[in-house]
């Protein structure tokens, strides 16, 4: 049985994920689809619901991204957001115009009396954000307004007999105090939901729909340890068992006991595990490089061919197995697209003709909803949380020629740090260590040294596009310092990166 959905129209607002994602928080499912999606598609989904997005446009002008007209004919609920909610005023009788001032930020909405369902339990002012440059001047005939700003008269407005709603603040940021509590009503007291969404259910959706699509077949997954595929592997190992073979493929940069850790979860479960040691092979394949992009085209190349060499020993496999989430499904624009993505994100496979289909288990969902699954699949928190950690691995930390001594170095500065920062509890999206080229005069014992200098890293980020550095504590940071130097043979000097993105990026190559 196919779940409730609702359907996030995307008229080019930034918040169109977590849109998504807060109506999936509150046990509906939603699904992203672009503004002009034909009303066919439209209706294919049996949508109780449709929310528009905000957008960068403004409605009169004549390129602006529009819906389709019949969409306000289906008798479904709408919500529309900030250009959502103009766009529909604006398609449906009323006027939109340039405010006289702008509105920016954390607002103060006064709520009118007027039993607005998507307001109930909710009275008087209330914290929201706002963010735009136009707003509805006159009222579509039916809509009434729910509430006003300062400078923004029809801050919600709705038309209750044919179930339109319209907020000119976002309800889906953190910095509208309660709207989450609006988001539920809406879906809950407008659109009727029942709540039939949970990961329980993807789960035995998921499994029974593998099942029926792979038959007795074999399946071949690329398995990097990272969230995505150690989840795929998991969620297919339950369905499928045997038939699963997981490639790993060892490229020899990994952090400090990563590779056995991995192996030691997935030999464990009922799948055929294979994995493969190229690290000589990839170490003398970059040996000498010290261009940042030619090390991660070489080490793509070689990963392509790994993966492939050992794919060909179980030529009786029919399917390739891929961890591809919703939002790469989102970004890539196209909804079913048989691109091959390599896990390791080094090159990307190119097609296997011999493969009769792929399998994605993972591409309705979000990565915390991933991660939520992985959770139910019995994962341990070492996967389920792990960090970003980029295909090439340790060799773009590496900054210049990548040698054995300077990974064993890398490697143990870089666990050190790890577990410094996990024990002071520090909140912070990613972190690691980085070996810089850069070789010093220090003073160790009565001694004169020639050695490393580790730079640390630790970022501050939402969606890893921008970042702050993190503030750590000085004492955190001695404390890694001290035990680096005293530690790690061949490093005399630590350094803390506090670049932001942009001018830097998170990772040093
Ligand atoms: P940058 O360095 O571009 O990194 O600010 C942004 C995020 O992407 C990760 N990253 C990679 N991930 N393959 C990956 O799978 C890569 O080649 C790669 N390069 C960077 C990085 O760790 C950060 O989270």
């Known amino acids: 049985m196919k779940n409730e959905t609702v359907i996030i129209l995307d008229f080019g607002g930034q918040y169109k994920q977590l849109i998504a994602r807060r109506v999936r928080e509150q046990n509906v499912y939603s699904v992203i689809l672009p503004c002009d999606a034909s009303i066919e598609t439209i209706k294919a989904y049996n949508p109780i619901g449709i ?83 136009d707003m509805v001047t006159k009222l579509p005939e039916g ?35 309660r709207g989450k509590e609006i ?13 039939d969404y949970s990961m329980d259910d993807y789960l035995k959706t998921t499994v029974d729909e593998v099942r029926a699509k792979i038959g007795n077949e074999k399946v071949i997954l690329g398995l990097s340890g990272g969230v995505d595929s150690s989840v795929c592997a998991a969620i297919l190992s339950k369905a499928i068992g045997e038939q699963l073979i997981c490639i790993f ?7 400090k006991n990563e590779g056995d850790e991995i192996e030691s979860v997935f030999s464990k479960r009922d799948l055929k595990f294979v994995r493969v040691d190229a690290s000589e092979r990839f170490l003398s394949a970059i040996s000498g490089i010290s261009d940042p992009e030619k090390k991660r085209k070489t080490i793509g190349r070689l990963f392509v061919e790994v993966f492939e060499e050992q794919a060909s020993k179980f030529n009786d496999a029919k399917f390739l197995a891929q961890g591809t989430i919703y939002p790469d499904v989102i970004e890539s ?71 054995r001594e300077k990974l064993d170095i890398l490697r143990d500065a870089d666990a050190i740090f790890r577990e410094e920062m996990k024990r002071s509890r520090v909140k912070a999206s990613q972190y690691f260590a980085v ?26 980020t939402n969606d890893f596009m921008t970042c702050e550095y993190a503030p750590l ?15 790690v043979k061949g490093v005399n000097r630590i350094v803390y990166d506090i670049t932001g993105k942009p001018p830097a990026t998170i990772e040093w190559e």
């Open 473 to 487: 504590s000085h004492k955190l940071l001695k404390k890694v310092s001290s035990r680096i130097t005293n530690e």
């Open 183 to 195: 988001l539920h009503n809406f879906l809950y007291e407008v659109c009727h939901a029942s709540g």
């Open 51 to 133: 929310i528009f997005t905000g957008g960068p446009n403004a409605v009169y002008m004549p390129d602006s991204p529009m819906c389709s007209a019949q969409i306000y004919l289906l008798g479904i609920p709408m919500l529309g957001i900030c250009y959502g909610m103009q766009l529909m005023c604006h398609m449906l009788g009323g006027k939109v115009e340039s405010c006289v001032s702008s509105e920016y930020g954390q607002t103060q909405l006064e709520l009118k009396n007027t039993g607005c369902p998507i307001f109930k339990e909710l009275s008087g002012s209330q914290t929201v954000l706002m963010s735009h440059t």
């Open 333 to 403: 624009g196209a909804n079913h697209t048989a691109t091959i993505k390599s896990h390791h994100n080094v090159g990307g496979l190119p097609e296997h003709t011999r493969f009769s289909g792929i399998v994605e288990p993972l591409r309705g969902l979000f990565k915390d909803e991933v991660r939520n699954l992985g959770r139910l699949l019995g994962l341990p928190d070492f996967l389920v949380n792990r960090q970003p950690f980029p295909g090439p691995g340790l060799a773009i930390r590496i900054i210049g020629e990548i040698t």
């Open 249 to 255: 493929v060892d490229h020899g940069f990994m952090r």
């Open 435 to 460: 070996l810089t080229d850069l070789k010093s005069v220090g003073v160790m014992g009565d001694f004169r040294t020639y050695d490393y200098t580790v730079a640390l890293r630790a970022v501050k």
């Open 143 to 177: 809509f009434i307004s729910a509430a006003n700003t300062a400078s923004c008269l029809n801050a919600a407005v709705y038309d209750e007999k044919r179930s339109f709603y319209g907020v000119q603040f976002h309800p889906e940021v953190e910095e509208t105090k």
